[in-house]
């Protein structure tokens, strides 16, 4: 390009344009645009800048001293925001988010949707076709200004890179060498998002996949008002939130009413970070926010200055003709027809001056001319148009903008903004583009005239020389997100090509009817597309694509490049335009839409853009700017004197006509005379979200284990404070000393250690002073092994474990070892003494475990020997295996006294023991050697009776005298009792058991009397000892019914029932099983149907329960799967999956099931619901009585889910946290957050209303469960308070889905139904539970047991069984605990027994103490009670056997029952469909409960039919064929045959010894009462409703007809 230079030309030109400029030729037609001089602007002055919209619009001549002329008052149909209805026959045509016109055939490398594969790098492309020096300029006249005004055309009619959701990436490799590479952080690939596209496309070859334009494509004025309504409503509404008056839009609040409205509102404009500012951002976690932003139309307005001066430019025009119009209709019309109006003149204007002032221009050609509106025109914008051809203005965008003063102050160019971190030290000139992005509003806000000489800058400025060079701000510097701030836009260009399916660049030219190309060689190329790119350009593009198949239409058409746009690029931006004005409705010119008259559409058809910036700005054209800012300053297009002396570069250009002219601009931009673009900057999202990832989720961590922590120091605390007690109860004196014994190698405890010189023993004593062990030093070889200093001792005594002592100082330490050796002189031992290490201590001790192990083998072997327990089968073949083993390490075992009480279980002080060990301690060494032990055990297996007599005599001969005195069955009798701590009338028991034997009173009986005794029912053939530690259970058979009573039994029909563990002893009396029972001796069972038979009898046992709790697991599973299925396949939530990989499917699943399981809770919970509906016949189909059992399962699963859903969000969290914000904003859409917000993880978790109700709801959740399962017993007021809490946990509940995170909230259709079914029910409790009930009297009973009677209302209606909820006003009003009613319905008042095992129930026995201890008018507190709820017990009479097992203070519900049925007996002789009760009561001692004892007799003397079978089992006794109790089960076996009632309880019923074996009971009552279905009613401690659940459960596995159905009251 040739600068064309001298003074002399200069000079003329000068004066040419001089002369030319003082020529202002007058109006001459009225229908004529005036000149901009015969009108100029003077802002100061009232209606002067009306003059140019009289003209305009009334159609006024500037000659008329006044415009009396008022605009056209006829009703317009407006056009529309959205493109909708612009064509009536289609009216979705050319609407926002409408597909892209598909002109070419797809590309697509699958057909369908996958981005074309092409070899070729994007970024080589760029870099080797569009690389070269810049700042040259343009051939064809062109400025600036025209370059961005033709970006702002585009920003009207295309929006089409929208990401796609769920984000799709198609990402750009950074070759090695790459400047990406070169420096830190080395970026390896360029990301590239996929554009938004139609779901409904990409679905087959025929319906290949179609991007959406995300505006309109008509010139609708939607950069000026938005494309909808609502957003055209918010521009109207200021910063203080007022509408703007008359139909104007809202101005700023600082910088007036030249100025669009800061975005106070958060309208969702685009919000980039600005590159300049990458370091401050990614150190301060956050960008800026877009409220800086001036309030446009158009999202992307604020992108750069230049873009944003053409913003408030038709910002001004609007405002300047909404006033106009109020002038001149302000009195009739309302502000919105105003407004409608502006905004309809605005739109005609713009259209105008687009097509008929811009276009040509920048098109160097005419469109065609207008012939109306033809409604089967598709206006929508092209994929060629939109990736490739409208991309050629990139070649025209310069390195920066000028701002330039007015020509009246000298028109120089105003200083510098530096806005980057620059390496260039000179002048800075103008404004750098690539460091202006997103930081537009600054240079307006600084100083308001910027707008002013941004207009006179930028048309006093070439445009880049058209060619095929791209400057570095777009090419390499372009702005991009924080992960990657500076963008190559050229290779993006070709990239979204290939996204968008384009086709190669010849089949492109072949379409538009264009020859296409051959080759790619130099003279091929330039002889087809008569380019002007330089050859060697050519040359690296047949290197680079080699073939025209393969090349894409981008780099293609730019190549074509000549004064403006190639062959291919000019035939496809010509053709966009004319479909977008010949298809659209509202365009000016159309006739038919009504909305101008003829001599309007040809006024508006002559406006230029002169004119709108001479109306709304004090600029004078031809003065300040040219009349023709879209061509630069050249003869006929002028400018003042000043201005033209400062635009002192010369250039030869070519016009639009083609002819040839000297163009004048200022000096261009380029990266020599302004500052460098700041570097690419790179950012990992996840940074900064380290720390609080990891605290956030240690809080629950934390939470849980610190509320562990607390109470296990708590407890221990109690324990400490329990133990300082117990050791003041304990007496100390200088023999005794207090230590920590070490039992194992990881278990201590507090023991005292007391020296007994007299009996040569070490006694260990418990903190409570209970006897722990003792060590006999008779006959014993001792080893002290101790530490230094004796801080710690073991006493290693032979045919002992070891005594390891620990003490806490050196004082204790010494203070021992002196008793220690003072002992030793006393009972004349000399101990040897070893010292060692501690490790060596700690790690070689004989444990008491290891002692164990040895007496097990002990047992074994004396069993195995003795009664041959291992091979049954030898005594059935008539072997013997009464053979001591002679070599086994067993053989050299010695027990102490000790260790036998221990295996008999009794005290090794007690008589018994004494007996015992005195008998089988023939050496009289103080130890039994395994044979001594052995020949004793021989005689109880293989003895005769009269053996086993003489031996069980010399066990009750106390005084060794050869009789049994009263004294000596006293004695034996306490051992027997004392060892289980019992007590009881022993000299009235003594008394019958010596008359059994045929003893007067005060005489003894002999061993004869005593021999005949025993062998009168063949007792002595049973008799044996129980040993503690044998495992193995001997093999048994019983019956429940096999012996008949004695003529003097009362009671007709009366059975014995016993647990017997006996190895041979047959059934004397069994009835005939039903044939389909099973046989012994029968035919052979087929294994498969014996096991199915036995799992259909468990169904059976509770197949409601079964049946509901499988459908609502499968239902819940159901529920889990479809959600998960729904997040893992369903395509628009892809993205969130691919994101958070299967963490999202997990945890939306387990939200989900969370729901429905929570809900449900609610259901359960319903206690007067379900009470009512279990006396109805819906309990024939629901397990009312199995819902605090399906409750814990529910809550179970709950927390199942919600530890899946808090791990999968751990995952999540972490995954969402490494995404940049668009991609989140993409997949969480109706999740709404600011967008200068980089949203780390503490975002997520702590400032979005999911995540912190979330962070709240595990916490609570934790606290809840941990007070549930593990620590209700000995914290039941933390069970009740956090349980209590469970309305905020729903509350939580219902605020962490209404977050819309993920999806929109639906707890609801889950909770609603619960919730009010619960509401209800809580509401029946509120109305009865603060009733007050007077207690009448308190009665404190045996075994810490309170008998409450409590005045019974009218109205108040129970079933026997039931239970009901009590708080006493003594104690806290609010605090409910549920108790069994122990009275009948048929009683006036009601009872309740409250046994005192923890902190309330204590209470309780303090607030109401006994009646024995109240005066006369003291009165007891009130009480609240909730209820009467149903139970499982109440469902007694649907059996016609039913069984009921108490268990201690758990008789309190069958105390009620049979309460009732006493009463019911006294009427009848039956009880309907109950034929048969069989009550077992298992009690340590009837004297705990004697208040039942007469219930029972009162049940007894009414049962004349026999319906009701009592056995009572006591089980301080043991087995009634034990050594230990064999003489008081004779004395109450004669005692009831005599008398008819029991020598301990005096009932009819047998009382029995020791614990039952249920399964055997249960088996027995099997056999002889023949029913399908067996009820069996449990209330007890735990582990008596497991034994009996397991009983059941065994027998239902046989192949039986008879099935047990168990029904248990845990207390």
């Known amino acids: 390009m040739r600068l064309v230079s001298g003074s002399f030309y200069l000079a003329c030109w000068l004066l040419a344009s001089s002369a030319q400029q003082n020529e202002c030729p007058p109006q001459g037609d009225p229908k004529e645009r005036p000149r901009p001089c015969l009108w100029q602007t003077d802002l100061n002055k009232n209606n002067e800048g009306f003059r140019f919209l009289d003209w305009l619009i009334a159609g006024c001549s500037l000659s008329d001293s006044g415009c009396d002329k008022l605009p056209s008052d006829r009703e317009v149909e407006y056009e529309g925001y959205d493109g909708w209805y612009n064509n009536l026959a289609v009216p979705n045509l050319g609407a926002v988010d409408t597909p892209l016109q598909r002109l070419l055939p797809t590309a697509y490398s699958d057909g369908v949707y996958q981005p074309v594969k092409r070899k070729v790098n994007p970024l080589q492309a760029s870099q080797l076709l569009m690389n070269g020096t810049n700042g040259l300029y343009s051939k064809a006249a062109r400025t600036a200004f025209s370059v961005y005004f033709g970006q702002q055309v585009v920003e009207e009619i295309l929006d089409a890179q929208g990401r796609e959701c769920p984000p799709e990436y198609f990402n750009i490799n950074i070759e090695p060498g790459h400047r990406y590479r070169k420096n830190p952080p080395y970026l390896e690939q360029l990301p590239f998002h996929r554009t938004r596209y139609d779901k409904t496309s990409g679905l087959s070859p025929n319906n290949p996949r179609q991007q959406l334009n995300e505006i309109t494509p008509y010139l609708d004025g939607g950069l000026v008002y938005g494309t909808s309504k609502g957003w055209a409503d918010v521009l109207r509404y200021g910063a203080d939130g007022k509408l703007a008056p008359g139909g104007k839009l809202a101005s700023h609040s600082e910088l007036g009413e030249d100025f669009p409205a800061e975005n106070v509102q958060a309208l969702p404009m685009a919000n980039p970070p600005a590159p300049t500012n990458h370091s401050q951002y990614t150190k301060q976690g956050f960008t800026s926010p877009v409220d800086r932003f001036f309030k446009l139309g158009n999202p992307r307005g604020n992108e750069n200055p230049f873009l944003l001066t053409f913003g408030i430019l038709w910002f001004r025009w609007h405002n300047l003709l909404a006033e106009y119009f109020q002038q001149k209709y302000g009195h009739i019309w309302s502000d919105d027809r105003i407004f409608n109006e502006a905004r309809k003149w605005v739109i005609a204007t713009y259209q105008s001056i687009v097509l008929y002032d811009w276009l040509p221009k920048y098109m160097r050609a005419e469109p065609s001319k207008y012939k109306g509106y033809n409604p089967n025109i598709n206006p929508q914008v092209s994929h060629v148009f939109q990736s490739a051809a409208m991309r050629f203005g990139h070649t025209l965008v310069t390195s920066g903008g000028y701002l330039r003063t007015q020509n009246s102050k000298n028109c120089h160019s105003v200083a510098s903004f530096r806005l980057g971190a620059s390496e260039y030290s000179g002048r800075v000139t103008g404004v750098r583009t690539c460091n202006s992005f997103w930081r537009s509003p600054e240079f307006f806000t600084e100083n308001r005239h910027n707008f002013n000489w941004f207009l006179m800058g930028l048309s006093s400025q070439s445009s880049e020389k058209e060619d095929n060079i791209i400057v570095e701000d777009l090419r390499g510097s372009v702005f991009g997100p924080l992960d990657f701030s500076r963008r190559d836009l050229m290779a993006l260009n070709i990239q979204r090509g290939r996204d968008h399916g384009l086709p190669d660049y010849n089949t492109a030219r072949k379409h538009f009817g264009l020859p296409t190309l051959k080759s790619l060689e130099v003279e091929e190329f330039k002889r087809v597309t008569r380019t002007e790119v330089d050859d060697d350009v050519l040359r690296k593009l047949k290197l680079l694509y080699k073939d025209p198949s393969q090349l894409d239409i981008w780099p293609g058409g730019l190549l074509e490049t000549t004064k403006g746009p190639g062959q291919l690029f000019s035939k496809i931006i010509l053709d966009q335009f004319e479909r977008i004005r010949d298809g659209d409705r509202y365009w000016f010119e159309n006739e038919e839409n009504d909305a101008f008259t003829d001599e309007e559409q040809s006024r508006i058809r002559q406006v230029k853009i002169i004119d709108i910036i001479q109306s709304v700005t004090n600029l004078i054209a031809g003065e300040d700017i040219q009349e023709d800012p879209f061509t630069a300053v050249h003869p006929g297009n002028d400018i003042g004197g000043y201005c033209q002396t400062t635009l002192n570069v010369t250039v030869n250009c070519t016009l639009v006509d083609d002819n040839s002219t000297t163009c004048k601009y200022l000096p261009q931009l380029w990266d020599g005379n302004t500052e460098k673009c700041t570097e690419v900057g790179t950012y990992d999202y996840f940074s900064g979200s380290e720390i609080s990832f990891v605290l956030s989720f240690g809080i629950v961590v934390l939470a849980c284990a610190g509320l562990r922590a607390y109470v296990i120091i708590k407890a221990k605390r109690m324990k400490s404070i329990k133990q300082v007690k117990d050791s003041e109860r304990v007496s100390f004196d200088e023999l005794s000393h207090k230590a920590k014994e070490r039992i194992s190698y990881m278990e201590t405890r507090d023991v005292i250690v007391k020296f007994v010189s007299d009996s040569r023993r070490i006694e260990v004593v418990s903190m409570k002073g209970e ?401 009512k509906l279990r006396s109805t016949a819906l309990h024939r189909f629901f397990p009312f009585d199995d819902m605090v059992s399906f409750h814990r399962y529910v809550g179970t699963w709950a927390l199942f889910w919600t530890l899946m859903h808090v791990v999968g969000h751990a995952i999540n969290f972490y995954h969402i946290s490494t995404q940049t914000p668009m991609d989140l904003s993409c997949l969480f859409r109706d999740f709404f957050r600011r967008s200068h917000i980089l949203p780390k993880f503490h975002y997520w978790c702590w400032e979005t209303i999911t995540g912190i109700t979330g962070v709240f709801l595990t916490v609570q959740t934790a606290i809840i469960y941990a007070f549930a399962y593990k620590m209700r017993r000995h914290f039941f007021i933390w069970f009740w308070i956090t349980h209590n809490t469970y309305p905020l946990f729903y509350f939580l509940l219902i605020l962490h889905g209404c977050g819309r995170l993920v999806q929109e909230p639906f707890f609801f259709y889950f909770f609603i139904g619960p919730c009010i079914a619960f509401c209800f029910d809580k509401l029946v409790s509120m109305s009865r539970s603060k009733i007050r009930f007077d207690v009448l009297s308190a009665v404190h009973l045996p075994s810490n047991v309170i008998l409450l009677k409590i005045r019974r209302p009218a109205n108040f209606n129970y079933k026997s069984g039931q239970w009901v909820r009590i708080a006493s006003l003594g104690i806290s009003e609010y605090e409910y605990h549920p108790f069994t009613l122990s009275s009948s319905p048929h009683e006036k008042d009601l009872t309740v027994h409250i046994r005192a095992v923890g902190p309330w129930t204590y209470k309780i026995k303090s607030v109401y103490p006994d009646k024995s201890l109240m005066q006369k008018d003291d009165n007891y507190q009130q009480i609240y009670i909730d209820g009467p709820f149903g139970g499982s017990h109440e469902m007694w009479w649907n059996f016609e056997t039913v069984v009921f097992v108490a268990g201690g203070i758990g008789v309190t519900p069958f105390s009620s029952i049979l309460k009732e049925i006493a009463h019911k007996l006294k009427g009848s002789k039956s009880l309907l469909n109950t034929k048969r009760v069989v009550f077992l009561w298992i009690t340590r001692s009837e004297k705990q409960f004697e208040w039942m004892t007469e219930i029972l007799k009162k049940v007894e003397e009414v049962d004349s039919n026999g319906i009701i079978d009592i056995h009572i089992f006591i089980t301080q006794f043991r087995s009634k064929y034990d050594l230990r109790t064999i003489v008081l089960y004779l004395a109450e076996q004669h005692f009831q045959r005599l008398s008819g009632t029991s020598l301990f309880t005096g009932l009819r019923a047998i009382t029995h010894f020791g614990r039952p074996d249920f399964e055997l009971v249960f088996k027995s009552i099997q056999d002889n009462y023949y029913a399908k279905v067996i009820g069996v009613f449990t209330c007890g401690a735990p582990s008596l409703s497991e034994a009996v659940d397991q009983a059941c459960h065994n027998l239902n596995k046989q192949r039986t007809c008879t099935c047990f159905k168990h029904y248990y009251e845990k207390f």
Request: glycine fraction near 6%.
């Open 771 to 1171: 006897l722990l062990r003792t060590i006999d030093f008779t006959n014993v070889e001792v080893v002290i092994r101790h530490s230094a200093l004796y801080m710690r001792i073991v006493h290693q005594v032979s045919n002992h474990y070891d005594l390891f002592l620990m003490f806490q100082d050196v004082f204790y330490a010494s203070k021992y070892h002196m008793g220690l050796n003072n002992f030793f002189e006393r009972i004349g031992l000399v101990p040897n003494y070893r010292q060692e290490t501690k490790e060596k201590l700690r790690l070689n001790f004989t444990t008491v475990y290891d002692r164990e192990k040895k007496l097990d083998e002990f047992s074994r072997v004396v069993l195995s020997t003795a009664f041959d327990v291992s091979s049954p089968e030898k005594k059935s073949k008539g072997g013997d295996a009464k053979v001591l083993p002679e070599s086994s390490d067993v053989l050299f075992i010695k027990i102490t006294k000790t260790e036998l009480a221990h295996q008999l279980g009794m005290l090794p002080d007690c008589p018994f023991v004494k007996q015992m060990f005195s008998i089988m301690d023939k050496n009289k060494d103080g130890f039994i050697t395994l044979r001594e032990f052995w020949n004793v055990m021989v005689v109880f297996a293989t003895g005769s009776q009269t053996e086993k007599a003489e031996l069980l005599f010399q066990l009750c001969d106390m005084s060794q005298t050869g009789s049994i005195s009263s004294e000596d069955f006293t004695s034996i009798l306490r051992s027997t009792l004392s060892s289980d701590g019992g007590s009881q009338d022993l000299g009235k028991v003594t008394q019958n058991i010596l008359r059994f034997f045929g003893s007067v009173e005060g005489q003894s009986i002999n061993f004869e009397q005593f021999r005949r005794f025993f062998e009168q029912d063949n007792i002595l053939k049973n008799i044996g000892i129980n040993f503690e530690s044998k495992k193995e259970r001997k093999p048994s058979t019983f019956s429940l019914y096999k012996r008949q009573p004695a003529e003097n039994f009362t009671q007709e029909g009366r059975e014995d029932i016993n647990a017997v563990t006996e190895p041979s002893t047959p059934s004397l009396l069994k009835k005939q099983s039903p044939k389909n029972f099973t046989q012994e001796g029968g035919e052979d069972i087929n294994p498969l149907t014996d096991m199915f038979s036995g799992i259909s009898n468990q169904l059976r046992s509770k197949e409601q329960y079964y049946f509901w709790k499988s459908l609502y697991t499968l239902v819940m599973i159901g529920i889990f799967l479809e959600r998960a299925y729904y997040y893992l396949i369903e395509q628009e939530h892809g993205g969130l999956r691919r994101v958070a990989s299967v963490g999202v499917t997990f945890t939306r699943g387990a939200a989900s099931a969370m729901m429905f399981t929570y809900s449900t809770l609610l259901v359960t919970m319903c206690r007067n619901l379900l009470s």
